[in-house]
């Protein structure tokens, strides 16, 4: 067997032309790799050896040769394809390890000069892969130093390297190359001709921030600032600790409620769900109440503010442990307050621009990456609540009981709130605060039941009593529903739409609920 290594990312390049040898493979090798190679104390054939010509134009060209690809690309089970190589002295090769030029290091620094960036543009490397990849029946084709102990595992093999193994390479390989040309066209797409010279166009506020970690330790994260945020605009962080990757997101699910409402509100987020959401005549006493609607979960939580945060609000927030505070601005009397708890982060925002957003409807787009590739859609916004109920139309009462004006009002505030819970949710509340959240269970009838567990905490726990409830999703079954009446709410608020609407609207119509239907869910997932 004969193998032609060729790699930028020298990790495990010894151990795997240790591994090679010691199975009888010859190594062939170019400039850095064979240089490794023979200082490892490894026989290692220079590919000019191979081909009859040096290395030329700066290394430019070296493994764009006929006694290189012809070896490559040779069918083995094509006598036509053995019989052209024997008769012009070519060998066949049957492994092919290479990896790319470093052409992302160089696109990643802005002060590159782009002449730099053409040399990073692999030539030879690209046309080994693929002609590997084109053969990969034959010829295996590495890239990724995670697989050389498999490849040498398979090079043992009594009867070869499996087609699948040989298939999965293939696949590596070709993704490889798509990557890193794409790489080089969206870079290229920065570069603009300015008086005769290639001028790269900078990326106005976009940035990278290496994270401590990301939801555990174990996890690299980094934080993202892109030109044009979704957002809207820049976070600001004006003291405390370096923010974590949970820390972002949790301030993050605060911004979200405090954008719902236009008077004074506070939010206390744990674990990217509300545990306290609350109005009031002033922000300090819109905090206060939300954090006093579950002061056990409160403890060390994330804190959004819709109003500048005041000297009032600042001393609220000290009295105990938050983490951090999302707000539209900080008062200069307040600063002095918050600066005691250097370690509390305190974060301000654009909240404005994240209320317009930049997408369809002005809500903006959001994504995620899955395991499949990735998700954009429209940022969930509880538009239909945005004007106070009830509205021509809006929502429908499907009871016999219509709401007071009390339970109109408690089940717009509740509606607002239960839209960024985390599904499945059902969520109890007064007209001004949240009462009970229940979020994140596999059935509704349990995050019925989760929420009344706590409402049951604490010193003579909280009576959910004339209380409204609102649920993210319709019920499927009358249960969730005789829960929420067992819990003593006398109004809901759902989307509606199941199959057994009748039956659920019958069973609010036993126990003398209201109920409205919005026409609209809001799974958070």
């Known amino acids: 067997m004969r193998a032609i290594l060729s790699v930028s990312d020298k990790t495990g390049l010894v151990d795997l032309a240790r591994g090679l040898t010691a199975r009888g493979v010859q190594l062939i090798s170019t400039g850095g790799t064979a240089k490794a190679l023979s200082d490892a104390g490894l026989p290692v054939t220079n590919v000019s050896d191979v081909t009859g010509f040096p290395e030329m134009m700066d290394g430019r060209v070296k493994t764009l040769h006929p006694k290189i690809h012809g070896g490559i690309l040779a069918r083995r089970h094509r006598a036509d394809d053995l019989n052209a190589i024997a008769s012009?002295?070519?060998?066949?090769?049957?492994?092919?390890?290479?990896?790319?030029?470093?052409?992302?290091?160089?696109?990643?620094?802005p002060e590159t000069p782009f002449d730099e960036l053409v040399e990073q543009i692999d030539i030879g490397g690209p046309s080994l892969l693929r002609a590997a990849g084109k053969n990969f029946r034959d010829v295996l084709v590495v890239v990724d130093p995670a697989d050389y102990k498999k490849v040498l595992d398979e090079v043992a093999r009594t009867d070869g390297p499996s087609l699948d193994f040989k298939f999965d390479l293939m696949k590596k390989a070709f993704a490889h190359t798509a990557e890193f040309d794409a790489l080089i066209a969206s870079t290229l797409e920065s570069i603009e001709v300015r008086d005769g010279s290639m001028v790269r166009r900078p990326k106005h506020g976009s940035s990278s921030k290496d994270l401590r970690y990301g939801e555990n330790p174990h996890q690299k994260a980094r934080w993202l600032t892109l030109a044009e945020p979704p957002g809207g605009g820049p976070w600001l962080v004006h003291q405390g600790k370096e923010l974590s990757y949970t820390n972002l997101l949790d301030l993050d699910a605060a911004a979200r409620i405090a954008l719902e409402f236009t008077e004074p509100a506070g939010i206390v987020i744990k674990h990217t769900n509300p545990c306290g959401v609350a109005t009031g005549n002033t922000i300090a006493d819109a905090y206060v109440r939300a954090r006093e609607a579950d002061p056990l979960s409160a403890f060390g939580g994330i804190v959004g503010l819709n109003r500048a945060l005041d000297a009032e609000t600042a001393k609220a927030l000290t009295s105990t442990f938050i983490e951090a505070v999302i707000a539209p601005l900080v008062n200069e009397d307040a600063r002095p307050i918050l600066a005691a708890k250097q370690n509390m982060r305190?974060?301000?925002?654009?909240?404005?621009?994240?209320?317009?957003?930049?997408?369809?409807?002005?809500?903006?787009?959001?994504?995620?990456?899955?395991?499949?590739?990735?998700?954009?859609?429209?940022?969930?916004?509880?538009?239909?609540?945005?004007?106070?109920?009830?509205?021509?139309?809006?929502?429908?009462?499907?009871?016999?009981?219509?709401?007071?004006?009390?339970?109109?009002?408690a089940l717009r505030f509740a509606w607002r709130v239960c839209a960024h819970v985390k599904s499945n949710a059902v969520i109890f509340t007064a007209a001004d605060r949240t009462l009970a959240v229940g979020a994140g269970q596999m059935s509704r009838v349990d995050a019925v039941r989760v929420a009344?567990?706590?409402?049951?905490?604490?010193?003579?726990?909280?009576?959910?009593?004339?209380?409204?409830?609102?649920?993210?999703?319709?019920?499927?079954?009358?249960?969730?529903?005789?829960?929420?009446?067992?819990?003593?709410?006398?109004?809901?608020?759902?989307?509606?739409?199941?199959?057994?609407?009748?039956?659920?609207?019958?069973?609010?119509?036993?126990?003398?609920?209201?109920?409205?239907?919005?026409?609209?869910?809001?799974?958070?997932?």
């Not at 999703?473 to 829960?483: K, Q, S, T, W």
């Open 452 to 525: 009344v567990m706590k409402a049951g905490q604490g010193t003579g726990g909280t009576s959910l009593k004339g209380s409204v409830a609102a649920s993210d999703a319709f019920f499927p079954f009358r249960d969730g529903l005789d829960a929420v009446a067992e819990a003593g709410a006398t109004a809901i608020v759902q989307p509606g739409g199941s199959v057994r609407d009748a039956e659920v609207i019958a069973a609010a119509d036993e126990h003398g609920l209201a109920m409205v239907f919005t026409g609209r869910r809001h799974f958070r997932h």
């Open 88 to 109: 012009q002295g070519i060998e066949p090769v049957d492994l092919v390890v290479v990896n790319l030029y470093p052409f992302a290091k160089a696109a990643e620094n």
């Open 346 to 409: 305190v974060v301000t925002a654009d909240f404005e621009a994240m209320k317009r957003g930049s997408g369809t409807q002005g809500l903006g787009e959001e994504s995620r990456t899955f395991l499949g590739g990735a998700l954009v859609q429209d940022r969930d916004r509880v538009t239909e609540a945005s004007e106070p109920w009830p509205r021509e139309g809006t929502p429908k009462v499907v009871t016999t009981r219509q709401p007071t004006a009390d339970e109109w009002t």
